[in-house]
């Protein structure tokens, strides 16, 4: 069974994106199958995935893009997935075994416009659509817009485990609490919609410092998101298992250069880079290594 994972915080800006591209990437290096679902409505890791000019064939029309399996609904899941998303100049596949379901602006239409049936909310289509492929995949990651609204709530209800980004600061805390408390309430909505046969609802079981600015100091600011992970523990609002990564993530100008190449890091810079260099490749390198030893 493919381990389902939403990357989710409430604060924006914490480089949730770039997190979620480059574990993505370095997973499927260490031979998993991964499918990378976007549900941010600024299409950022659709836009960097495909590059512009394929990106926009979609947007120009929205027929492949995730809002078209809801409106019109003529298309499902299995249609629209992306395989290999990463192309070369000629289209060669730069790292098979990614495939990506892409969105485009109008995932917005998915909050106010779409109507559809109470019965059967979004994220019920979702899930039921996502059981049909799930099986193809070693890891299933949604990347999460900063809430729970609808198009969040697809990712959110289909996964069994949701990890954080965080920036070494209050307001990732902040983030990061409400967050916990937004997600209690969503299960107790969407309880009567889920299985057996779907798994666990997600609870978070893991913290991911990201985007670390060079010379910060990150003890006290870690220190208070393990104080407050604690208080989740004890009052059984995370998983039992929930912990700060020891892998974090530096920012690093390459990550900026790789969005605009369209790539992951790992495939620009150098898989020359061996794993005791002390580099962002290999923060990502350590990020992936440790989610794949995190089992709930």
Request: overall charge positive; hydrophobic content about 45%.
């Amino acid at each position: 069974m493919a381990r389902k994972i939403a990357f989710l915080n409430y604060k924006g800006g914490v480089g949730k994106t770039s997190l979620i591209v480059n574990t993505a990437s370095c997973l499927v290096k260490l031979g998993k199958r991964v499918l990378l679902c976007d549900f941010d409505t600024q299409s950022n890791a659709s836009i960097w995935l495909m590059k512009l000019d394929r990106w926009n064939k979609i947007n120009a029309t929205g027929e492949g893009a995730v809002y078209s399996i809801f409106d019109p609904g003529k298309l499902r899941l299995k249609d629209i997935v992306v395989k290999d998303v990463l192309e070369g100049k000629a289209g060669e596949k730069l790292l098979p075994g990614l495939d990506l379901v892409p969105t485009i602006f109008n995932l917005v239409d998915l909050e106010s416009e779409y109507a559809g049936d109470p019965k059967r909310p979004p994220y019920l289509m979702f899930q039921e659509q996502l059981a049909e492929i799930e099986g193809n995949y070693d890891f299933v990651l949604f990347d999460c817009p900063p809430n729970i609204l609808r198009a969040s709530q697809c990712g959110v209800f289909a996964a069994n485990e949701l990890y954080v980004p965080a920036n070494p600061d209050a307001l990732s805390l902040i983030g990061f609490t409400l967050l916990v408390e937004k997600l209690h309430k969503f299960h107790a909505l969407s309880a009567s919609f889920r299985r057996s046969a779907m798994g666990p609802a997600a609870q978070v079981q893991g913290i991911i410092f990201n985007s670390i600015k060079t010379g910060s100091d990150i003890e006290v600011p870690k220190m208070r998101m393990q104080l407050r992970l604690n208080q989740f523990k004890t009052a059984k609002r995370v998983a039992p298992q929930a912990k700060l990564f020891e892998a974090q993530v530096r920012d690093a100008m390459v990550v900026r250069r790789a969005v605009t190449l369209g790539l992951p890091v790992n495939l620009i810079g150098q898989e020359s880079a061996d794993a005791s260099q002390d580099n962002v490749i290999n923060d990502y390198r350590r990020v992936a290594a440790e989610l794949v030893r995190q089992v709930g």
